[in-house]
């Protein structure tokens, strides 16, 4: 019982880290007059994935370097099926064109990375397949373009914020970042404490925990987010979330998280990782199916039927 109170308390702290970070961030970023489709990619892409990038982190440092990467991709893979599935379902998302061309591929092109650099056995012979120091460097370095893109956007466009953002005075905000960051640090310690008892409790390795229970924990603020965006038909910030979210979970999250500690592929590894391929490929198709970018209803249902049947194939595996 302690382990699941662990877990849950652990998240509650996340999630309002998150959101006192994302607040005072958003807050900032609509001071300088930021456009809508640069805050979700950015800003609240990069709040929203803070959960990840804390649980992440913790584990590899701790060691318990399954569930950081079971955590990543398994965020990744909720962030379509999941979150993009039931967004649609309330609302069809229009995807904008440069979201569709760039951004989604990139997304694709992140997971596929993964694939190649945790293959050291296949691809090089080596004695073990693992995410390598050097290949979170190459991910940061991936980082920093995107970054360098999404700016240049901001800079192109002559979109206006968006209204939903609460204006707030500055010394607000920076209070709101900081305090949001001592939160997303403790409570990332206390959930991976949980999770690790979890997985021993239950005789479930700690790839499963990882790709289940703490990757659908840590997405519910891209949920969140990407539902109100959809219900109030702001598609540009559903779709900007999770995408953007992806991007980073890779290039930021798994890139950090290897600097620390190399992460070894767990069990089963690639398969899952073929799983977030497959997902980002179906995103991208779903933008030219019927009408050409716009996922509709079915197509979420499609998702939603999809992300069901992967759980119950990892629920019957483990």
């Known amino acids: 019982m ?33 456009p809508d489709l640069v805050i979700g990619l950015t800003i609240v892409a990069i709040g929203t994935s803070t959960p ?18 079971g955590n990543v991709i398994g965020s990744n893979i909720a962030n ?3 979150i993009l599935g039931v967004s649609a379902l309330i609302y069809p998302i229009k995807v904008e064109r440069k979201t569709q061309v ?5 997304a694709l092109l992140a997971v596929i990375l993964v694939g190649f650099s945790a293959n050291d056995v296949l691809l090089d012979s080596a004695s073990h397949n693992a995410i390598s120091r050097i290949d979170g460097l190459f991910f940061l370095a991936f980082m920093i373009v995107f970054l360098y893109y999404t700016f240049y956007v901001a800079q192109a466009s002559k979109e206006t914020p968006t209204e939903d953002i609460i204006p707030l005075p500055l010394p607000k905000s920076i209070a ?33 925990i990882g790709l289940t229970i703490v990757a659908i924990g840590t997405s519910l603020p891209e949920l969140a987010t990407s539902v109100v ?32 500690k190399p992460l070894p592929l767990p069990q089963n590894g690639n398969l899952d990782i073929l799983v977030a391929i497959f997902a980002s490929l179906l995103l991208f198709v779903s933008t030219y199916t019927f009408r050409s970018r716009t996922i509709f209803r079915l197509e979420g249902g499609i998702f939603l039927l999809m992300y069901a049947t992967y759980l119950g194939f990892l629920i019957w595996q483990g």
């Open 2 to 34: 302690f382990a699941f109170a662990y877990l849950i308390a652990g998240l509650v702290i996340i999630i309002l880290g998150a959101n006192w970070l994302v607040g005072g961030s958003a807050a900032i970023a609509k001071r300088m007059n930021i």
């Open 52 to 69: 990840e990038l804390t649980v992440s982190l913790a584990s590899a440092v701790n060691g318990n370097t399954d569930i950081a990467i």
């Open 80 to 82: 379509i099926l999941l």
């Open 102 to 106: 760039i951004e989604i591929p990139l």
């Open 176 to 208: 709101l970042i900081l305090i949001g960051l001592v939160g997303l640090f403790f409570g990332g310690q206390i959930m991976v404490s949980g999770a690790v008892e979890i997985a021993k409790m239950l005789g479930m390795s700690q790839a499963m």
């Open 229 to 260: 965006a959809a219900r109030r038909g702001n598609s540009d910030i559903a779709i900007g979330n999770v995408v953007g979210s992806n991007i980073f979970n890779v290039f930021l999250i798994l890139g950090a998280s290897a600097l620390f």
